[in-house]
């Protein structure tokens, strides 16, 4: 890659065309690759974008699409997670307030810092005190960068958030964390390791992994056969038995989240909320998300297919009900909700932990090596995936530095740390004014320029989200999309936002996408059926596809 390619905020190419390419290339040239990496959410992007910049030859090989898992269904929010200090995680802590400090340069389309109100009612487990003791702690730990947190009694409480319930109120504290669109930051990660030489691979399930030390052979669902000198699993909650042998046996407690849409006028709030549920150790979010809210977690234990975790009534119901308790005035009923989601997070089983609820359970990472040299990374979480990521291509370095040839520059130092995610000059507020720019720049950041610029498709897919058609022409061929759901899902979170799933633009979606790979009507059917199908699984929702907005 140029280093004038390097320095364009317009992720390469990256379509029909040039998957054909890549496996053409894999089949023919059979090229041995430095590492492969099995796992596209955001830790494996992580893991290829620095062993990239390191000079290394990469390949990532994802069995779904790009962020498929847990890496788009979290709760959206990149956070030193002022809930472990109860736990006494504060090393974790510390990390993760780091690597929020240097997500904001990094990607500040995309980590934008928010106020988060926090408050405390007669019966909550934690009151006033323990919250500004908490956050007293939090700001040291982030050596009192940004804004510090503040206590409010309970009037300054209700002036900052008029919704909440007046009964009961005993004060908050407000603090700083900061909101993310989670499968766009791992797309953008993932662009730019692509930017400087990695290659990606969706949509190509492993079912083996052989060979010795420094001589493994990745073996696809198709028969394809890779050959690697170092191999990472990074497959969140699916990094078990069938990929790491024993070694997978109880290694992971799988955890679900789930989390509902409601419109932004059913439920007002001016900041994100933090809410204690009643008699648990577990907090719920409120968050604010433009013309919409979304409210979740849930936190339970689960077993089964990851990405098939699906949302059930009662799931709703829990929700629903500890939300209503400090925001009575919202509408917060069955009817009003939009969408949901849910996710499995993957925590690592402490070895002799007297405990397997999932509340308790470290988000701290860990390394597992298999017998013959494979490495896997489980745990952790999303805020922290950089240095997850630095901590296992140190690991794959000093391995392949053994029989290093002389022939190659040695691989250079970690540098993710200080390079921005979009490269190029970030949009003054005189371009923000431009009501195309201001829909496209938390989604693109310094390449939105461009994408206003193309002249086409500016209009709104859905009149009250800001998402373009320019968008899905750019996601067709720069984003990696192979199939409907890949777009409306997680390149645009129509799925999430849209009363309907953006199934009265989805047709219109797939023709193009269709189109532009070669393909035939049976094609656009097979796409529309994936997309039902798909939808039900995650929001429990049958979305029809018969007419076109």
């Avoid at 810092?113 to 908490?134: E, I, S, T």
């Avoid at 013309?291 to 699906?310: N, Q, V, W």
């Avoid at 070895?351 to 597992?368: F, P, Y």
Wanted: charged share 25%.
């Amino acid at each position: 890659m140029s280093a004038s390619a390097q320095d364009d905020p317009t992720p390469p190419p990256w379509g029909a065309r040039e998957r054909r390419s890549l496996l053409q290339r894999l089949t023919s040239e059979r090229p041995t690759w430095d590492l492969v990496v099995v796992g596209a959410g955001i830790t494996g992007a992580g893991i290829a974008r620095d062993a990239a910049l390191r000079g290394l030859s990469v390949l990532v090989i994802e069995a779904q699409d790009v962020a498929f898992g847990t890496s788009s269904r979290s709760t959206r929010l990149i956070h030193g997670g002022v809930r472990y200090l109860e736990q006494r995680e504060f090393g974790l802590v510390y990390e993760a307030l780091r690597e929020r400090a240097r997500l904001y340069e990094a990607a500040p389309h995309l980590v934008r810092p928010a106020r988060f109100l926090f408050p405390a009612y007669r019966g909550d487990r934690l009151g006033p005190w323990m919250l500004r003791l908490g956050l007293t702690l939090y700001d040291t730990l982030n050596f009192h960068r940004g804004q510090g947190h503040d206590y409010l009694d309970p009037e300054a409480t209700r002036i900052a958030e008029p919704m909440l319930r007046a009964e009961g109120l005993r004060g908050a504290v407000q603090y700083e964390d900061a909101v993310t669109d989670d499968a766009r930051l791992t797309l953008a990660i993932l662009s730019d390791a692509r930017r400087h030489g990695a290659e990606v691979l969706t949509y190509a399930k492993v079912t083996g992994i052989a060979g010795p030390r420094g001589e493994h052979v990745v073996t696809l669902e198709d028969g394809t056969s890779i050959a690697a000198k170092v191999v990472t699993i990074a497959a969140g909650p699916w990094t078990g038995p069938a990929l790491l042998g024993a070694r997978g046996e109880g290694l992971l407690s799988l955890s679900k989240g789930t989390h509902i849409v409601v419109r932004s006028v059913d439920a007002p709030v001016r900041q994100p909320l933090v809410i204690q549920a009643p008699e648990q150790r577990r907090i719920l979010f409120v968050v604010p998300w433009g013309t919409r809210t979304y409210l979740g977690t849930t936190d339970t234990a689960y077993e089964g297919d990851p990405g098939a975790s699906g949302v059930t009534t009662e799931d709703e119901d829990e929700i629903l009900d500890i939300t209503r308790r400090v925001l009575p005035g919202a509408r917060l009923d069955r009817d009003a909700i939009v969408s949901t989601w849910s996710g499995v997070r993957p925590l690592v089983r402490a070895e002799g932990a007297a405990s397997d609820d999932t509340v308790e359970l470290s988000r701290k990472h860990r390394i597992v090596e298999r017998d013959d040299g494979v490495l896997a990374i489980v745990g952790g979480k999303l805020t922290t995936y950089r240095a997850m990521s630095e901590d296992i291509v140190d690991d794959v370095v000093a391995r392949l530095l053994v029989t290093w040839p002389q022939s190659r520059p040695r691989p250079a130092a970690c540098s993710t740390h200080t390079r921005p995610l979009v490269p190029g000059l970030p949009l003054d507020a005189h371009e923000l004014e431009d009501p195309l720019l201001a829909d496209l720049v938390p989604r693109h950041g310094a390449a939105a320029r461009a994408l206003a610029q193309t002249g086409r498709g500016t209009e709104r897919l859905v009149d009250d989200l800001p998402y373009r058609w320019c968008e899905v022409d750019h996601a067709i061929a720069h984003e990696g999309v192979c199939h409907v759901i890949d777009l409306v899902r997680r390149r645009l979170p129509l799925v999430l936002t849209d009363r309907d799933q953006g199934a009265g633009v989805v047709r219109e979606v797939a023709m193009r996408l269709v189109e532009a790979g070669g393909g035939t009507q049976v094609d656009i059917d097979a796409e529309l059926e994936r997309y039902r199908h798909e939808v039900h699984v995650e929001t429990g929702r049958t979305p029809g596809v018969d007419a076109l907005r």
